[in-house]
């Protein structure tokens, strides 16, 4: 299963965006979906992870101004509102997938994106 995200760019503070990440590959369905994304100097940290069907969870500092979407077809969403200059960095989706490709064969398998890169200018 391949991710590619697209989406970022450069925005002022208080800006929207919308990331967007297809999905693709044989006989696959998404168990999980996410968004995480790595600020300059830090780690990959959860944005937001959202179980297909289920319910959305967020990380404390974007919650009420971020919401992930979709997984009932093969994209998934992030749309981010009220931008701020520490939203800047590079996000990254990421699927928690199962393979079926028989009736006799599955497995779940892990997929990441590529990364977008999001600028918030103050």
């Known amino acids: 299963v391949q991710l590619v995200e697209s989406g970022g760019g450069s925005v002022q503070a208080g800006g929207f965006l919308r990331l967007s990440c297809a999905a693709s590959?044989?006989?696959?369905?998404?168990?999980?979906m996410g968004w995480y994304r790595e600020a300059p100097g830090k780690q990959r940290e959860m944005v937001a992870t959202?179980?297909?069907?289920?319910?959305a969870d967020y990380a404390d500092y974007v919650k009420g101004r971020f919401t992930i979407s979709g997984g009932n077809g093969k994209n998934f969403y992030l749309q981010m509102n009220n931008l701020k200059p520490e939203d800047t960095g590079v996000y990254y989706c990421?699927?928690?997938?199962?393979?079926?490709?028989?009736?006799?064969?599955?497995?779940?398998?892990?997929?990441w994106g590529q990364g977008t890169l999001v600028t918030v200018s103050s």
């Open positions: 990421h699927a928690d997938v199962t393979v079926a490709p028989t009736v006799e064969s599955s497995w779940r398998e892990e997929a």
């Open positions: 590959g044989r006989a696959f369905s998404i168990n999980t």
């Open positions: 959202m179980p297909s069907g289920g319910t």
